[in-house]
T-cell receptor, first 114, second 112 residues
Framework: GNSVTQMEGPVTLSEEAFLTINCTYT??????LFWYVQYPGEGLQLLLK?????DKGSNKGFEATYRKETTSFHLEKGSVQVSDSAVYFC?????????????FGKGTKLSVKP | DAGITQSPRHKVTETGTPVTLRCHQT?????MYWYRQDPGHGLRLIHY???????DKGEVSDGYSVSRSKTEDFLLTLESATSSQTSVYFC???????????FGPGTRLTVL
């Protein structure tokens, strides 16, 4: 079946530290990959996405590269800020799946300390 | 931000009572989705709609029904609420396929 696995949290970092949140997927077709972010008390917002192998999605200093050979889409940021504290979700949807259902990982909570 | 609202934002109810949650969009997107978010599970799809009066089940549809009589509104009904349905419910909209989904602010439902 189709699934997303991301690293368990919580992750606690100091401000300006390097961030990596691992995400791997299993898919029967050709997925598009997404990172969504949920700030405390809010809904999910799209952070970045990639629709084909070797694409790099980027936004707000975050990056993730679609690696078909390792079925991964790891999220990285070179220098985190306190305002990046949130829950991060990796997700996939299958190209050609007309309904576009998102399949989510369980989420990784990030806390950044000053 | 995409124009999506959910109502109510918070609700406390008792086991066995019916509950209806509403999602309203102003973006004229064809697809609308209901997810539930639970600790340790991420978000899971309950039902989705691909047009007026066109709906289908998701991963965790048991105990839920939906209706879409207008493009802009998607209702989620718990016919007889149970404590296992205590959760945060999110509505999302999109154009389908591999396109981005946009999420509403969520409804926190507590079933006592």
């Amino acid at each position: 079946g189709n699934s997303v696995t991301q690293m368990e949290g919580p992750v606690t970092l100091s401000e300006e530290a390097f961030l990596t949140i691992n995400c791997t997927y299993t898919a029967t077709g050709y997925p598009s990959l997404f990172w969504y972010v949920q700030y405390p008390g809010e809904g999910l917002q799209l952070l970045l996405k990639a629709t084909k192998a070797d694409d790099k999605g980027s936004n707000k200093g975050f990056e993730a590269t679609y690696r078909k050979e390792t079925t991964s889409f790891h999220l990285e940021k070179g220098s985190v800020q306190v305002s990046d504290s949130a829950v991060y979700f990796c997700a996939l949807t299958l190209y050609g799946g007309s309904q576009g259902n998102l399949i989510f990982g369980k989420g990784t909570k990030l806390s950044v300390k000053p | 931000d995409a124009g999506i609202t959910q109502s109510p934002r918070h609700k406390v109810t008792e086991t066995g009572t019916p509950v209806t949650l509403r999602c309203h969009q102003t973006e004229n997107h064809r697809y609308m989705y209901w997810y539930r978010q639970d600790p340790g599970h991420g978000l899971r799809l309950i039902h989705y709609s691909y047009g007026v009066k066109d709906t289908d089940k998701g991963e965790v549809s048991d105990g839920y029904s939906v209706s879409r009589s207008k493009t802009e509104d998607f209702l989620l009904t718990l016919e007889s609420a149970t404590s296992s349905q205590t959760s945060v419910y999110f509505c999302a909209i999109g154009t389908g396929g591999e396109d981005t989904q946009y999420f509403g602010p969520g409804t926190r439902l507590t079933v006592l």
